[in-house]
């Protein structure tokens, strides 16, 4: 399975981005799905995930401004951020798991894109 993202680059705080995150590969459908970020000099982050059944998980920062989507037939997830924050700037990674169930550590994904820079300037 390979990751390919599109979509960062830098907006005004209160601005919005859409992620977008094309996986190759098969079943796709019944691999959990997330989107990671890692500011300079911090540890990666978890901040969205969905699972095969399409329930989604959410870091508390992001609750209510961020939306992660899966598109099965496009192999294809999304991450919708409205609202940004100077602090929501970081590397944003997407990542899937080779099961359904979702995780929120990083250690438990399989798979990762390259990473996309978002900037939120205020």
């Known amino acids: 399975v390979q990751l390919r993202e599109s979509g960062g680059g830098e907006v005004q705080a209160g601005g919005s981005l859409t992620l977008s995150c094309a996986a190759s590969?098969?079943?796709?459908?019944?691999?959990?799905l997330a989107w990671f970020r890692q500011a300079p000099g911090k540890e990666r982050e978890f901040v969205a995930a969905?699972?095969?059944?399409?329930?989604?998980y959410y870091t508390n920062s992001v609750q209510g401004r961020f939306t992660i989507v899966r598109d099965n037939d496009k192999s294809t997830f999304y991450l919708k951020m409205n609202s940004l924050r100077p602090e929501d700037t970081a590397v944003y990674y997407c990542?899937?798991?080779?099961?359904?169930?979702?995780?929120?550590?990083?250690?438990?994904?399989?798979?990762w894109g390259q990473g996309t820079q978002v900037t939120v300037s205020s």
């Open positions: 590969g098969d079943s796709f459908e019944s691999k959990a």
């Open positions: 990542a899937a798991r080779i099961t359904a169930v979702a995780y929120q550590t990083p250690q438990e994904y399989d798979y």
């Open positions: 969905v699972n095969g059944v399409h329930t989604t």
